[in-house]
C-alpha cells in the first residue's frame, strides 16, 4: 500500500510499504481519510530519533487519524462497516500491571503508532482493536475526528489539575497542545484561561477559540502584573505548562497561588531546575502528564454536542500526495499555523 514512509533521518518517500496487518475477531479495519502532522513525527523526521525511540529501519509515519471502517473482526459488536471513526493509537498489553491498575498509558509496553519501531498510519489503511476505535457523530468531521487525539493531551492534563468549576487557569505556550488544553481547561469549567506566549500570531489565533481566553506576549507583557490584576494578587488556580522551555518551567513556580496545582505537559529536552522552596511553601501540588488515558469517549461527546470547537485550530491542509511537502513546511511553518493535516480521502 502507498504510505508516507520516513526512511532514515531527512528523508521521507511515499511509496509502497505494507505492515501485512491480520484482522482479529476483535478488531477493526479502517480505510484512513485525515491525518494531523504531531511534533513528535517532525522530530523523528528531523532528528530520526526521541529519547530512547530511534527509527533504524523504514516506518510510516502518523498516528493523530480519523477514518472508516471497512471490515470488522467476528467478535466486534459495537462497531459496523461504514461507521466512521477516530483510533486512540497506544495499544497496551491488557495484562500489564499498569493496564490492569487503568493506567494503560504508562503500560512500558504499549505500542503506539509511528514510534519506533511501530508503523504509523499515513497509509490507506490499518487493523486497530475496537476497543480502543470511536464512532463520530454525525456532526463532527474526519478533520475534528483526527483532533482528538492531541484534544487529549489537554483533557489528562485537566483530568490530573483536578479543576473546580470557576477557577482561573495558565496556560504556558500557545503550540497545538497549549491550545487544546485552553478548550479542554475551559470544558472543565474555568472561568478564565490566561494563555502566554512569544509570538503573537499564535496568541491571536488563541483569542479567536473562546471569549474566556485572554492572551499575554511575555516578550512584551509582564505576566506577573496581568496575573495580580486578574486574580486579585493571589495567583492562579491551575498552570498548564505547555511549552517545554526550561525558562518557563522555572517560572511555574511564581505564578501558582497557594494551595494550587501545577501541571507538566511539554516535554524538555535537557533536565531543567525547579525552585521546590517556593512550590512547597505555597503547598502547590505538582502533576504531570504522558499521553492520556480514559478521555477519547468525552472529547467525541463534547464534539457531537458542540460543546468545544477545533475549527481554528486546523490552518493548513495538504492532500496525501503532497505530503512530503507538508512536513517540509511542518518543520519551518508560518507563526499563524496550528495543525497541520494531510487528507487521504473525502
Not at 491571536?204 to 477559540?209: C, I, S
Not at 526550561?246 to 497557594?258: L, R
Amino acid at each position: 500500500m502507498r504510505s508516507l514512509v520516513l526512511e532514515r533521518k531527512d528523508k521521507l518517500r511515499i511509496r509502497d510499504l505494507d505492515p501485512k496487518e491480520v484482522l482479529g475477531p476483535t478488531d477493526v479495519r479502517i480505510a484512513i481519510k485525515t491525518v494531523g502532522i504531531c511534533g513528535s513525527d517532525v522530530h523523528y523526521y528531523t532528528h530520526g530519533a526521541i529519547g530512547p525511540f530511534v527509527v533504524r529501519e523504514p516506518m510510516i509515519l502518523g498516528h493523530e487519524a480519523a477514518g472508516i471502517i471497512e471490515e470488522v473482526g467476528s467478535a466486534v459488536q459495537n462497531l459496523k462497516v461504514g461507521d466512521r471513526v477516530c483510533m486512540e493509537p497506544g495499544i497496551p498489553d491488557p495484562q500489564s500491571r499498569a493496564s490492569r491498575l487503568g493506567l494503560y498509558n504508562l503500560d512500558p509496553a504499549v505500542r503506539f503508532w509511528a514510534t519506533p519501531p511501530v508503523h504509523g498510519v499515513l497509509r490507506p489503511s490499518v487493523v486497530h482493536p475496537a476497543a480502543f476505535t470511536f464512532k463520530l457523530p454525525d456532526n463532527v468531521s474526519y478533520a475534528a475526528g483526527a483532533m482528538v487525539e492531541p484534544l487529549a493531551v489537554g483533557f489528562q492534563a485537566v483530568s490530573k489539575a483536578k479543576l473546580t468549576p470557576g477557577a482561573v487557569a495558565l496556560v504556558m505556550g500557545a503550540g497545538p497542545i497549549g491550545m487544546v488544553t485552553a478548550i479542554a481547561a475551559l470544558s472543565a469549567g474555568c472561568a478564565k484561561v490566561i494563555v502566554t506566549d512569544v509570538v503573537d500570531e499564535k496568541l491571536a489565533v488563541a483569542r479567536k477559540l473562546e471569549p474566556a481566553i485572554m492572551t499575554v506576549n511575555v516578550r512584551s507583557q509582564d505576566l506577573k502584573s496581568v496575573i495580580a490584576r486578574e486574580t486579585d494578587g493571589w495567583g492562579v488556580d491551575v498552570v498548564f505548562e505547555c511549552s517545554g522551555a526550561a525558562a518557563v518551567i522555572a517560572d511555574t513556580v511564581h505564578h501558582g497561588c497557594p494551595g494550587g496545582a501545577i501541571v507538566f505537559v511539554g516535554m524538555p529536552l535537557q533536565p531543567v531546575p525547579l525552585d521546590i522552596v517556593i512550590a512547597q511553601t505555597k503547598e502547590l501540588r505538582i502533576e504531570h502528564v504522558f499521553r492520556y488515558a480514559h478521555v477519547y469517549p468525552r472529547i467525541v461527546a463534547l464534539l457531537g454536542s458542540n460543546q468545544i470547537h477545533v475549527d481554528a485550530l486546523i490552518t493548513d491542509t495538504y492532500a496525501f500526495e503532497d505530503s512530503i511537502e507538508a512536513f517540509d513546511y511542518a518543520v519551518r511553518p508560518k507563526p499563524s499555523s496550528v495543525k497541520i493535516q494531510i487528507e487521504l480521502g473525502k
